[in-house]
């Protein structure tokens, strides 16, 4: 499984932006895919997470309400839309997958994209 995101960019407090992460493979309905996100100097922080199959969601608690994660399979294709974004968002997002085990720690993850930057400033 290979997986490419997009969609970053630079955009002001409060705008919107959709992120999205195009998988090459075979997705099963066991897969976990994820959003994480980095800023200099810290570490990767868990952002959402959706079940390939049943599309059960989870999101971390700086995101809760603003953040939603969706996934089109026909696409194989996750997407993160981002509302209201704040200048405490901007960092480098990945997505992320893994069979099986729901988790939000990035070191169980498989795969990862190469990362797509937001910036949110005025």
């Known amino acids: 499984v290979q997986l490419q995101a997009s969609g970053g960019g630079l955009v002001q407090p409060g705008d919107s932006l959709r992120l999205s992460c195009a998988a090459t493979?075979?997705?099963?309905?066991?897969?976990?895919m994820a959003w994480f996100r980095q800023s200099p100097g810290k570490e990767r922080e868990f952002v959402a997470r959706i079940t390939w199959g049943p599309q059960q969601t989870f999101y971390g608690n700086s995101v809760k309400g603003r953040f939603t994660i969706s996934r089109d399979s026909a696409k194989n294709t996750v997407y993160l839309q981002m509302n209201s974004l704040k200048p405490e968002d901007t960092a480098v997002y990945f997505c992320?997958?893994?069979?099986?085990?729901?988790?939000?720690?990035?070191?169980?993850?498989?795969?990862w994209g190469q990362g797509t930057l937001v910036t949110v400033s005025s």
């Open positions: 493979g075979h997705i099963e309905r066991t897969y976990l």
């Open positions: 992320a997958a893994r069979r099986g085990l729901i988790t939000s720690n990035p070191s169980q993850f498989t795969y």
